[in-house]
């Protein structure tokens, strides 16, 4: 898989059985398709909101610890599911994240949102205690969980900048 950072960075994620040759070769064929990301990023760099003072990101990551871990957990309930623990992080690149034992991490910037798009979020992260991958099925089961979810995820996208503040 290839990734453009929103710096510009060109990340190439290798199987477990592949090698960098492989790897080198791939991102050789793509990079007409990585120019057109480093664009994109480049423009988005451009139009980039002005950055939060330090007081209002501080009172921002104060609300998101009062409330996220609450909100993750009356979900969890909702859904029949434990969670082991629950941190909120300033993570720059995920709006959240799920362990195989069960403890979740959530970013701060969750708190930015609206309130449709953060429950899919915290539903997302919760589906993967019953499946810790990415297929069909799990699809399914957040799409049950969360009927607006293909609309947040269309808003996540527009608004991946979020993660940048």
Same mark, same amino acid.
């Given at each position: !898989?290839?990734?453009? =950072?929103? @710096? ?6 290798? %199987?477990? #059985? ?10 050789? =064929?793509?990079?007409? #398709? ?18 939060? %003072?330090?007081?209002?990101? &501080? ?10 871990? @609450? ?7 909702? /859904? ?9 992080? /300033?993570?720059?690149?995920? #709006?959240?994240?799920?362990?195989? &034992?069960?403890?979740?991490?959530? /970013? *701060? ?17 919760? !589906?993967?205690?019953?499946?810790? @991958?990415?297929?069909?099925?799990? *699809? ?6 969360? %009927? ?6 269309? #808003?996540?996208?527009? /608004? ?6």
């Amino acid at each position: !898989m290839i990734r453009v =950072q929103p @710096d510009g960075t060109v990340r190439v994620t290798v %199987p477990r #059985w592949g090698s960098k040759r492989q790897a080198q070769d791939f991102a050789d =064929q793509q990079c007409a #398709w990585i120019e057109r990301q480093r664009r994109r990023a480049e423009q988005r760099r451009l139009e980039a909101r002005p950055e939060l %003072p330090t007081d209002t990101i &501080n009172a921002l990551r104060l609300q998101a610890h009062a409330q996220l871990p @609450d909100q993750l957990r009356r979900l969890a309930d909702i /859904n029949g599911l434990r969670v082991s623990r629950v941190s909120v992080r /300033n993570q720059r690149w995920r #709006w959240g994240s799920c362990s195989p &034992n069960g403890h979740i991490c959530l /970013n *701060w910037r969750l708190v930015l949102m609206p309130d449709f798009v953060r429950e899919y979020v915290l539903i997302h992260e919760l !589906m993967h205690l019953k499946r810790l @991958d990415h297929s069909k099925a799990f *699809w399914k089961l957040v799409a049950a969980a969360c %009927p607006r979810s293909t609309e947040a995820r269309k #808003w996540l996208r527009a /608004n991946a900048d979020l993660l940048a503040c």
